[in-house]
């Protein structure tokens, strides 16, 4: 007798409504967020990887649940020797078809809700700053701490370290597993790297908000810095920078940002990791024209040596702390001082702060409590008198050391001003004397230019907090040091002297 041949829904195993389920749920929340994406003017690559990865990874578990239910299916009545034909049709008569069919139902109500709920909780919390510096809190907390104090607070990590476009989402994420895995491990270096090497160009970043050719003209910038006597004797100067850009009445390139705009090129070569150790510059100009300056008492980079990397100079790297700058322990207490967050009036409050600030600790613990105390100990036994009539002003002090530390050193990561060098300068860091060092020279024998004029003029400049007080010509005064080291400061740099050692 011949086996009548079956049929029998692929609905009856339990397996089949949970894959549905889980199926249903995902797409609901793919559309969802491919809503999301479509309307939104702004792009966000940790949205793409909620709508485009994450998504379809709950779409195909759900699918691939519901084929192993069919192959558990026909497996079993292959074993039990039945003729049986699956389909997809609907038997309410089976009463195994319908208690699967509630356990859909309710297994895709509580899914959908749960599924869409998370999922754009998800989309939230990876569109945040706190997901890139909370979640690896010890790692990146250095970096989490100085950008909320920065001039792009308020700017997306995402922004500047991905930016649009497909091509950096997918290097970020093959980067970020391997940073995942080194956390997961704890083999990740202390401090982290920098800087960093496959960061995207800024041209394709910083450019999307400051537009280069722009004409900025001049900046007057004032700065109080104290010394370290008794009485803390400031010294202010005040500086004309000449930020420049493409003049529009004259049509020339000028000023600091010459360098990034027209057809200028600037290429260079590092002789360390760091980029702080620049030996070899290459400028090529509008018409193609290239100079070559070198320093003769270095050997000339090795062009075949595939690890020797020609660096266009882009934005970062003067602007390389853009948003996770390090103060120095003498810039903090200069700040300090000049807003009466510190009082001038305790004595030698800058040599003594530097030096409590600057030493070695083991864990930020340590430090604010050598701090706190330190202060109070010189005081109450250097100055008993200031100490018992100025104790407010030591607990004012105390406070905005605190601060300082607190918000540029990271004792647990090794982190601090000097790991973190700022390009932007060239006092407390080498900074633009990188490349206008004065040695570096031409075929001809000429130098980069290194003279005080080059970026900048001195306005005013001398012993007081009150500019008005000051000698003053917008034609630019001659630098004086404010200390008496004769003609020297001519001779050398000012990290000659002004060490990570010292604390500036």
């Not at 990034?260 to 980029?275: P, T, W």
């Amino acid at each position: 007798m011949i086996a009548k041949l079956r049929k029998r829904t692929l609905f009856r195993h339990p397996l089949s409504a949970v894959g549905a389920a889980i199926f249903l749920s995902g797409g609901a929340l793919f559309l969802l967020l491919l809503l999301i994406d479509i309307t939104s003017g702004v792009d966000n690559p940790y949205r793409a990887l909620v709508t485009f990865v994450i998504t379809p990874f709950i779409i195909t578990i759900g699918f691939g649940l519901f084929l192993l239910s069919i192959w558990i299916q026909v497996r079993s009545a292959r074993r039990r020797g039945e003729k049986v034909s699956f389909n997809l049709s609907i038997d309410p008569s089976d009463p195994a078809y319908v208690r699967n069919l509630w356990l859909f139902l309710g297994l895709t109500g509580v899914l959908v809700v749960a599924v869409i709920y998370s999922g754009t909780k998800a989309y939230d919390a990876t569109d945040s700053v706190a997901f890139c510096g909370q979640t690896c809190h010890v790692v990146m907390e250095p970096q989490h701490v100085t950008y909320h104090n920065s001039a792009h607070a308020r700017v997306p990590c995402v922004e500047c370290h991905i930016g649009p476009g497909a091509t950096f989402f997918v290097k970020s994420k093959i980067d970020g597993t391997r940073q995942l895995f080194a956390t997961a491990l704890n083999s990740f270096s202390r401090p982290i790297e920098t800087p960093v090497h496959n960061l995207r160009p800024a041209q394709e970043t910083c450019e999307g908000c400051h537009w280069p050719q722009q004409f900025y003209g001049e900046k007057m910038v004032t700065r109080t810095y104290y010394r370290t006597d008794e009485d803390n004797s400031p010294w202010t100067v005040k500086l004309l920078v000449k930020i420049g850009g493409g003049n529009p009445r004259t049509g020339k390139l000028e000023g600091i940002h010459w360098h990034m705009i027209g057809s200028n090129r600037i290429e260079y070569v590092a002789a360390d990791a760091k980029r702080q150790e620049i030996n070899w510059v290459r400028m090529i100009g509008p018409d193609g024209d290239t100079t070559v300056y070198q320093d003769p008492d270095e050997d000339p980079p090795d062009f075949d040596d595939p690890t020797t990397e020609i660096r266009r100079f882009d934005c970062m790297d003067c602007h390389n702390r853009p948003s996770h700058n390090f103060l120095a322990p003498a810039t903090g207490m200069n700040l300090a001082l000049s807003t009466g967050k510190i009082s001038t009036d305790l004595k030698y409050i800058r040599e003594v702060g530097l030096e409590l600030l600057n030493a070695e600790y083991e864990t930020r613990e340590e430090a604010n409590e050598a701090i706190r105390t330190g202060l109070a100990d010189y005081y109450r036994d250097e100055y008993p008198d200031l100490f018992a009539g100025s104790k407010e002003k030591i607990d004012e002090a105390v406070t905005a050391m605190l601060d300082i530390y607190n918000q540029n050193f990271f004792p647990e990561m090794n982190t601090d001003y000097r790991v973190r060098e700022n390009n932007l300068s060239h006092f407390v860091n080498d900074g633009c004397f990188r490349c206008h060092d004065g040695y570096m020279e031409n075929e001809k024998g000429e130098t980069i230019r290194n003279d005080c004029f080059t970026c900048h003029l001195i306005v005013s400049q001398g012993p007081s907090e009150n500019v008005n007080q000051l000698e003053c010509s917008v034609a630019g005064l001659e630098f004086k040091h404010p200390e008496d080291i004769d003609e020297a400061w001519r001779e050398m740099k000012c990290t000659e002297c002004h060490t990570p050692e010292s604390g500036y």
